[in-house]
């Protein structure tokens, strides 16, 4: 948003000044207007800003220093993950010999690449007790739907067409019905009980000869593990649907449990959230799909295949659902993860896991006085405290988002899972210390005092941000673009 401190990079653009500095053209000039069609070519140059290289560095430093991001500040975003980015996995990420590479390269003259990607699927396979990876998929829900494209396959190629449904508890991320539309499928949402698990009987009654599958998050997005997980297993497998384990965060199980083991299917893992790949606007993302032996026939072409020593792709897989994405996924990401993975070692991704959850914990039990906690059963990664006291007071939790801004913390999600009132879902992760744990506790907690004592100052935060209260969905639905080319020949010239 525009403000009067920092102009925008245009106003500071100055006719002629330049922040480059180019060699002598050393190949012969290429009159484009040649080669393309006339009402492609510009006629007048675009209308890009001016500026010394001092001007834009301090234009986007300064425009950096007012973001947040998990290199700034405690970021504790329930259901995403937003752990740290290990300075090692860019490191390894810019090694020439893996950021120059192109994707169109011969097979032989990328081996390394291949091996690395190829290794990635073994440990992850090990990770989830699966059988078969595909790294294709470019995030989490890509990864849903891909899974789920298999399933149906498969069921296809049984001759088994009439299932037509998949199941999801009410607690599902918002990405698990959305993913079953898109593949086809009809939802059904399964309810949870009072303790927030999904209601057994309640899937009994829904499961069926028309379930192609059921979708599940566990540990689920209120943080707790679904204690009957065999047994809903048993019950789904019994009528003939596969189980599809939405892995997104791994964080509470990894090294501890499997969802091969637990019985699932299928999987998916976001490499951008548990694996500490740069997040949301920080890259781009990777959503590997795990599968048992039964399901592999179905996996993405081609197979990263390994044979005699010697990486291949194998496009000849005639069962396959074809490729999902261009090349084979975001191999970027894929060096992060494996670095991480790597660098950790088994022993490290069982710490994670165990300090993730206890984090969590210890952030629950020290707000649980000053919150209401609807599901107050140990946590998993995460947990939800509901803002129903305060919103009696006239208090919105998205008050005290915002308020939370003026002590420097990025907000938790809010409103979520919807059968949460006025729910706060928190997300501390591993990789916090104590101290940065108890000064999040101690600002939760000024501000449930604020609430009772001078509710205004809630009301009406943030305080001491650049900006003040936005408008939470202007943003996204009318962008303040600085010029929108209203017909073709302005596009053009644009
Ligand atoms: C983030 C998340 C997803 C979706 O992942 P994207 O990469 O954003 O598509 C799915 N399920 C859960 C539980 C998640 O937290």
């Not at 997980?229 to 964080?251: P, Q, R, W």
Request: hydrophobic letters at 35%; aromatic letters at 8%; a negative charge.
């Amino acid at each position: 948003m525009h403000n009067e401190n920092q102009p925008l990079i245009f106003e500071v653009s100055k006719p002629g000044r330049i922040g480059y500095s180019l060699t002598d053209l050393d190949v012969p000039e290429v009159d484009l207007s040649a080669l393309l069609p006339d009402s492609l070519v510009r006629k007048e140059d675009a209308a890009l800003p001016e500026v010394s290289e001092l001007d834009i560095m301090r234009h986007y430093t300064a425009l950096s220093n007012r973001n947040h991001g998990v290199d700034t500040g405690f970021y504790p975003l329930g259901s995403c993950t937003m752990k740290y980015n290990p300075k090692i996995n860019e490191a390894v990420a810019r090694i020439p010999g893996f950021a120059n590479i192109h994707p169109l390269q011969d097979e032989s003259t990328v081996q390394g690449a291949m091996e690395v990607a190829y290794d990635l699927q073994e440990h992850l396979c090990e990770i989830t007790g699966m059988d078969e990876v595909t790294l294709q998929p470019a995030a989490g829900a890509h990864g849903e739907w891909t899974a789920l494209m298999m399933i149906r396959a498969f069921h296809e190629a049984n001759g088994d067409t009439g299932r037509t449904k998949v199941l999801v508890p009410d607690s599902a991320h918002g990405t698990n019905p959305a993913s079953a539309t898109v593949a086809g499928f009809d939802t059904v949402t399964v309810n949870s009980d009072e303790n927030g698990l999904v209601d057994i009987e309640d899937l009994k009654a829904k499961v069926g000869e028309d379930t192609a599958a059921l979708m599940l998050t566990n540990p689920n997005t209120l943080g707790l593990f679904e204690e009957h997980i065999m047994e809903m297993a048993k019950i789904v497998h019994g009528a003939g649907g596969k189980l599809y384990y939405d892995g997104a965060n791994l964080n509470a199980v990894m090294s501890k449990a499997r969802p091969g083991d637990m019985g699932f299917d299928a999987v998916h893992l976001n490499l951008h959230k548990t694996f500490t790949g740069p997040h949301g606007g920080g890259g781009p993302g990777s959503g590997p799909v795990g599968v048992k032996e039964d399901l592999a026939a179905f996996l993405p072409k081609p197979i990263l295949e390994k044979n005699d020593g010697v990486y291949t792709f194998n496009y000849d897989v005639p069962q396959s659902i074809g490729r999902v994405k261009p090349f084979y996924g975001n191999f970027g990401i894929y060096l992060r993860a494996y670095t991480y993975i790597r660098s950790m070692g088994p022993d490290g991704l069982k710490a994670v896991t165990e300090n993730a959850v206890l984090n969590a914990n210890y952030m629950m039990r020290r707000l649980e006085p000053y919150f209401d906690l609807p599901y107050p059963q140990h946590c998993k990664h995460e947990f939800v405290l509901s803002g129903r006291r305060q919103k009696k007071l006239g208090v919105r939790t998205l008050d005290m988002a915002k308020r939370l801004l003026d002590f420097g913390f990025h907000p938790p999600t809010v409103y979520f899972p919807l059968n949460v009132e006025e729910g706060m879902m928190i997300e501390p992760t591993e990789t916090e210390s104590k101290e940065t744990l108890d000064s999040f506790i101690d600002a939760m907690i000024q501000i449930a005092k604020e609430v009772e004592e001078n509710p205004e100052i809630v009301q009406e935060a943030p305080h001491t941000t650049v900006i003040s209260r936005l408008d939470e969905t202007k943003a996204a639905r009318k962008p303040v673009l600085r010029y929108t080319p209203q017909t073709e020949e302005e596009l053009v010239k644009a």
